[in-house]
Every structure is written in C-alpha cells, then in structure tokens.
C-alpha cells in the first residue's frame, strides 16, 4: 500500500493556462501503474492555490463554538442560499507562520482573540484539481466576545459572526445545513475528541 513516490511520476511540463484572482497551469505528464507499466500522457488543469488554515474557535465553559456566515459565490444555484456557515478560514502566505495566520484571521473574519490553538489534522481539499492543503485547528475562545459583522473592505468581505450551541451545531450538521468541507470536517473532529480536547485544555 502507497508504494509509489515522486520518482514514479515523469513530468513533461507545466504551463501557465491563466492568471487572475485565481492561477491555472496545465500539467502534462506520466506516471507508474499498477500493473508495473507506464500511463500514456496525461494533461490536467490545476488549481494553483496557496495552502490554508481553518479554525473553529470553542468556548466549553458555555459549550458554544462560533461560526461565521459569509457568501460563496461557488455555491449560488446549487443549494437555497449561498450563504454558508463556516469556520473561519484564510490563506498562508508565503513565509507565514500557520498559527499566526490562524489569529489574524480570527480577528479579521469574526474579532475575536484565540487563547488556546490545538492542531485537528491537514488534509488536501481536492487534489483532483488543486494544490491546496487545508489545516484545521480548534482554538480556545470566549464566546461573549463574538458579534457583529466583520472581513476586509479591500478583500469585499461581508461577514455575520454567530455564536453557537455545540449540540446546536452538530444538529446543523447531521441535517445538512452545514455544508462545506472544512466546517464539515472540524466539527465531526470535535465530535470525536470533545471529551478528550477538554480535559487537555483544563490541564
């Protein structure tokens, strides 16, 4: 099981296909299968997206976590609204310390200060299509601290902050009314470990 490498797979070029708000390369390439022979050429249009944090800050002494709703354009015509409960969520520069990334854009997106910071997990949003990694944290809050609407006017940022019951939460999830993956993700991980995260944080 996964016993290929980067050695497996011969690139023959990427070329830049577009570049705006989003960058698109087209790669051409083979790789290794299965059977122990080469692919034919394969030509894939990627996503060139800068890796990102998602953070679902948590407030246990009220059992509350806070959520953000904010458009998503991606999502207009598939679902009744295209506004979208999420955690809140930003792009690593560069150079960026992750869990600095992680404050700022709690401060950002929904003015909030996180204390504590537990790394959840990483994982590859869609590697079909992007190079984006996603890493998820949970994050220690206090949850009276967060209202109001907030974001960046440069960035056209339109964001409503809310503060949630955790059982409240996890109700929104198993009807389907949270539905993107990260959101989706931290919240079945802090399902899982509540408990243990808990007596973590109280040590």
């Not at 009220?62 to 009744?80: D, F, P, S, T, W």
């Not at 960035?155 to 409503?160: C, G, K, T």
């Not at 949630?164 to 999830?173: P, S, Y």
């Amino acid at each position: 099981m996964l016993g290929f490498h980067q050695s497996d797979i011969d690139m023959l070029g990427i070329r830049p296909v577009y570049q705006g708000f989003f960058k698109l390369d087209e790669y051409r390439f083979k790789h290794r299968l299965f059977d122990g022979g080469w692919s034919r050429e394969v030509r894939r249009e990627i996503y060139q997206r800068s890796d990102a944090i998602a953070v679902l800050p948590v407030d246990f002494k009220h059992n509350r976590l806070i959520l953000i709703e904010q458009l998503r354009i991606g999502a207009v015509n598939r679902v009744n609204s295209p506004w979208l409960l999420e955690c809140i969520a930003g792009m690593i520069e560069p150079g960026e310390d992750i869990e600095q990334v992680c404050h700022r854009e709690a401060m950002e997106e929904a003015g909030i200060k996180l204390h504590k910071l537990h790394k959840a997990l990483s994982y590859f949003s869609s590697p079909g299509g992007t190079t984006e990694k996603l890493h998820v944290y949970v994050a220690e809050v206090d949850s009276s601290t967060a209202s109001g609407i907030h974001g960046l006017d440069d960035e056209n940022e339109d964001i409503l902050v809310h503060s949630v019951d955790i059982n409240d939460a996890f109700e929104l999830l198993e009807q389907g009314k949270i539905d993107n993956a990260s959101t989706v993700i931290a919240l079945q991980w802090l399902a899982i470990n509540k408990g243990k995260l808990i007596e973590q944080w109280s040590e």
